[in-house]
């Protein structure tokens, strides 16, 4: 089974402060038939005017992930937690139980950029709990850096759930191949440039996902970046 979405077929919210396109249902969006990819549930793609933001809201239930890609993302929340996430810093929150967060653009002059991730933990009532790490440009060239998984190995956010979170920089003319260990879904998220994945062109804000998959090749005719979902089920 493959799943190609589209960017310009991703949900939209423009408030004035916040301008956002959601991959699959979320808000006043909804559509029965995107309404995540197995496990994984959210990706919003965000621009925070300066000075504005996301105040203290709840979740509960769900591991949250935040990748930056421009300025400076203030975060604040109920574990005590306070940081500004900037470009190569990836942010997770499990919820769990439940957690209290707010999200501003930490500059008045600057907008904010990022994505905004949501995976269904592995089960309901787990203790709330806060990373963040960064990863440099360096360590995602021509490679899959792996960035979040279930066991927090190679240096990545530990997640609970069993998937594993790539990020990627591909120069222009490269290719890779990914072999996960077994079967698994994988889907792919492109945040800037242009890719080709199995033969099919995929451009910014484009996404796809494909089932049962035991190896899965990527090209870039020009530098692309992009995340890949290593999902099991």
């Known amino acids: 089974m493959t799943y190609y979405r589209p960017a310009s077929e991703r949900g939209q919210a423009n ?39 996301f105040p203290p809201h709840g979740h509960q239930d ?7 890609l421009e300025g400076g993302l203030a975060h604040k ?7 500004t996430i900037r470009p190569g810093d990836v942010q997770r929150m499990s919820a769990g139980t ?14 904010v950029h990022f994505l905004q991730i949501w995976l269904l933990p592995e089960r309901e009532g787990i203790v709330p709990g806060y990373e963040q790490q960064h990863f440099a440009r360096q360590s995602k060239l021509d490679r899959l850096k792996l960035v979040a998984s279930r066991d927090g190995r190679d240096g990545s956010l530990t997640i609970n759930q069993d998937a594993n979170l790539y990020q990627s920089i591909l120069t222009a003319g490269q290719s890779l191949e990914h072999h996960p260990d077994e079967p698994r879904k994988i889907y792919i998220h492109v945040i800037s440039g242009e890719l080709d994945v199995d033969g099919r062109r995929l451009k910014e804000g484009d996404g796809l996902g494909l089932d049962g998959v035991q190896a899965v090749a990527i090209s870039a005719a020009v530098e692309a970046e992009f995340l890949l979902f290593e999902l099991d089920r």
Do not use: C
């Open 77 to 83: 929340d109920s574990m005590g937690n306070g940081s």
């Open 98 to 111: 439940g957690v209290r967060h707010s999200e501003f653009n930490a500059s008045d002059s600057e907008g």
């Open 62 to 68: 769900m591991e949250i992930i935040s990748v930056v």
């Open 15 to 53: 408030f004035g402060w916040l301008d956002s396109r959601h991959t699959f249902s979320f808000g006043s969006f909804y559509d029965p038939s995107h309404m995540g990819f197995g496990v994984l549930r959210v990706i919003n793609d965000d621009r925070v005017a300066p000075g504005d933001g």
